[in-house]
């Protein structure tokens, strides 16, 4: 019986010991991010006679003691999925709101430097022109006006290319992460299907793998299933990316921008997060504003040479178009116009006539004006910005209460660790007394016999 009392206070002694150490590596990572708390699950163990089966009648033993069953994470897969969906929602709003502001300060409206204050000048321009027909100055400064139109709109234009530029580039790194991460995944569930193949518990890999997860997701919606084991599966858009340790590659496809295939098939993926929203705005939102600056451009600039062509240069000549325009559509004034002044029009060509500088500085508030759909741009780009910062917000506050649940969940607190080690401390030095009254009761039953 004695020999049975020692192994019992032993198993004890290993089980609280093993407490102690999960309740360290709890208190070790208390600051560490993506770490969930671990509970080591006690059971006891039943006597000898229990255990083999044995039920004669002999007297059965009050039981074997105690063991640590597992040590599982504390974690709730439920708070993951709800994460994982405002993830998704924080990568796209968040190049939402980034790329909106890039616009809008591109646009630089309201302000000297916008298209707005730039065509006022160039109106105001032509209405001294009208006043003052033959004047010198007038003709420098319509002309100088014409210029900086013309550079204003390239400006725009070649700005919002160079944007869809830069979020190209942005979309092929993001692909390039992306397949880091799968591999990384795959990786990982590779030694997590080990570990558990071995009885092990591989909890700091769940999650590292947990992680992983939330930045695929964030960057490209992936929806994951099978999150406890290691034949976990991450999908994108319907289309498997991770099975187990099997994982393909994204690409972007050839000929296009940000169209995103997978590599081993070469089937089209229908992202989601930060590289949907690098898609729509390569592919629809940057190519639509550039449009719509393109009309307002063109038609500004097919209404001033209509009525420029309709007058007579001081020369007595037939006006000529003020605006020309490259194979881009890029807008410049006439270099005919540019060497020599005079041949501007104002008017009839007389040296009192400036009507048809005047039609042209009525241009900005005559009805039908191509300016108001330059104003509804502004106001459509104004309104985006207020959108996407708002959801950005609200995404980020939700998400905010939603890792606060996870940690109250599976966040470790200091003050009940530490409670615990000092249960613990208690618990193993009462086992600890009860293995030395059992060696001193064998040690009094063998003196006792042997003499």
Do not use: C, K
Request: hydrophobic share 40%; proline share 3%; aromatic share 4%.
């Amino acid at each position: 019986m004695s020999f049975f009392g020692i192994n019992l206070a032993s198993r004890s002694l290993q089980a609280h010991e093993r407490m102690l150490e999960v309740t360290g590596q709890n208190i070790a990572n208390a600051n560490t991010p993506g770490y969930s708390r671990q509970v080591a699950i006690l059971r006891s163990v039943s006597g000898p006679g229990a255990q083999d089966g044995d039920h004669s009648g002999a007297p059965l033993a009050a039981g074997g003691g105690v063991e640590v069953a597992q040590v599982m994470r504390s974690h709730a897969a439920w708070l993951d999925r709800v994460a994982a969906s405002l993830e998704a929602q924080i990568g796209r709003t968040g190049v939402d709101a980034r790329t909106s502001t890039q616009v809008e300060a591109l646009l630089s409206e309201p302000g000297d430097a916008g298209l707005q204050a730039t065509l006022d000048r160039f109106f105001d321009a032509f209405a001294g022109l009208a006043s003052h027909p033959d004047d010198a100055a007038a003709r420098d400064a319509v002309l100088r006006a014409g210029n900086a139109t013309a550079t204003r709109f390239q400006e725009l234009t070649d700005g919002l290319d160079g944007l869809r530029g830069d979020m190209a580039t942005a979309a092929r790194e993001n692909v390039a992460v992306i397949n880091q991460l799968a591999q990384q995944v795959g990786d990982l569930n590779r030694v997590i299907g080990l570990a558990q193949s071995s009885g092990a518990a591989p909890n700091e890999l769940l999650d590292q793998r947990d992680q992983l997860l939330g930045e695929l997701t964030r960057r490209a919606g992936v929806t994951v299933s099978g999150q406890t084991g290691s034949d976990l599966i991450v999908s994108l858009g319907g289309m498997t990316l991770v099975q187990g340790e099997q994982v393909d590659a994204l690409d972007i496809a050839p000929g296009t921008a940000a169209n995103v295939i997978l590599r081993g098939t070469g089937g089209a993926v229908t992202p989601g997060g930060e590289l949907a929203a690098q898609q729509q705005w390569i592919d629809t939102a940057l190519p639509d504003y550039r449009a719509r600056i393109a009309a307002v451009r063109d038609g500004l600039a097919a209404a001033v040479n209509t009525l420029h062509q309709s007058g007579t240069d001081r020369i007595g000549a037939p006006g000529q178009a003020f605006f020309v325009s490259d194979g881009s559509g890029n807008l410049a004034v006439n270099p005919a116009l540019v060497a020599d002044r005079q041949r501007l029009v104002a008017g009839d060509g007389t040296a009192a006539d400036g009507s048809v500088a005047l039609a042209i500085a009525h241009l900005g508030s005559a009805p039908g004006s191509v300016l108001p759909g330059y104003h509804a741009l502004v106001a459509a780009v104004g309104a985006q910005v207020r959108d996407s910062r708002q959801s950005a917000e609200q995404a980020q506050a939700s998400r905010d209460q939603i890792r606060n649940l996870q940690a109250s969940e599976s966040g470790v607190n200091l003050d009940e660790e530490l409670a615990q080690m000092v249960e613990l401390q208690h618990s193993y030095a009462a086992s600890a007394r009860l293995l030395s009254a059992y060696d001193e009761m064998l040690s009094t039953l063998i003196q006792s016999t042997g003499g």
